[in-house]
């Protein structure tokens, strides 16, 4: 399977950035996926998840500012991400389990 990252790009601070992450394949069988990022220097961790039954898990910075979707009729997990902070800045990747990584979208936010 290919997951085609996109919806990165530069905003401000407290500005608004949706990332859709579209598969190759159908996503109804895929378990878990969801949205890791990697900023300079740093390892990668874990945004956000979404199981195929809707349950959801987000990292704790968060802090209810991003809500991740899925739409098994498209094949495609959202990252909807409001209040942008600076600190967000980072290459995000969108994650299933059990397949490669594919490429990732930056996301770079403004002071």
């Known amino acids: 399977v290919q997951l085609q990252a996109s919806g990165g790009g530069l905003v401000q601070a407290g500005g608004s950035l949706r990332l859709s992450c579209a598969a190759s394949?159908?996503?109804?069988?895929?378990?878990?996926m969801g949205w890791y990022r990697q900023a300079p220097g740093q390892q990668r961790g874990m945004v956000a998840i979404?199981?195929?039954?809707?349950?959801?898990e987000y990292a704790p910075f968060v802090e209810g500012r991003f809500t991740i979707s899925r739409d098994n009729s498209k094949n495609t997990v959202y990252l909807q991400m409001n209040s942008l902070k600076p600190e967000d800045t980072a290459v995000y990747y969108c994650?299933?389990?059990?397949?490669?990584w594919g490429q990732g979208t930056l996301v770079t936010v403004s002071s």
């Open positions: 994650y299933a389990f059990g397949y490669p």
């Open positions: 394949v159908s996503i109804d069988g895929i378990g878990i």
């Open positions: 979404i199981s195929n039954l809707n349950s959801k």
